[in-house]
């Protein structure tokens, strides 16, 4: 199976901070500033960022970047940090908005920051085409 390759702003050190939604946006950008990644690793890439920055690691816990709540980077634990986009990146309907994958887009929330009573999701709610009423 063959992985889906991406286009990404790279820094000066070589980390990666966005994944052009379009690859033509990348073309505006000097050459040595974009390089193609496979999209997995170039995720996995800016959720570590973003989770860095937070003062998160694998090892050590971090906080929210709303509240400021103690967080941790494994999932499915209740103070587990959760990625949030502040633009999403399905609403976009034109090329020239800031709706991508990117460390200045994303935020690492807690639980109730993210999909609490209060949170950036709370409209949301948990569904399945299995589940009848």
């Known amino acids: 199976m063959k992985t889906k390759q ?7 050190r070589g980390d990666i901070i966005r994944i052009f939604k379009f690859r033509k946006k ?10 193609e990644f ?3 690793f170039a995720v996995e890439m800016i959720r570590k960022a973003v989770f860095a920055r937070a003062g998160c690691t694998r090892t050590r816990p971090g906080n929210c970047e709303e509240c400021g709540v103690e967080i941790i980077w494994e999932k499915g634990f209740v103070n587990s940090g959760h990625l949030h986009e502040q633009k999403p990146r399905g609403k976009q ?4 908005t800031d709706n991508e994958y990117s460390l200045s887009n994303s935020v690492v929330i807690c639980k109730n920051c993210h999909v609490g009573p209060t949170g950036a999701h709370s409209e949301r709610r948990w569904h399945s085409a299995k589940i009848k009423e």
Do not use: K, N
């Open 6 to 12: 991406v286009l990404c702003e790279i820094d000066g």
């Open 38 to 40: 496979p999209y997995v």
């Open 26 to 35: 990348a073309y505006h950008y000097p050459v040595e500033s974009v390089q």
């Open 93 to 96: 309907l034109f090329e020239d």
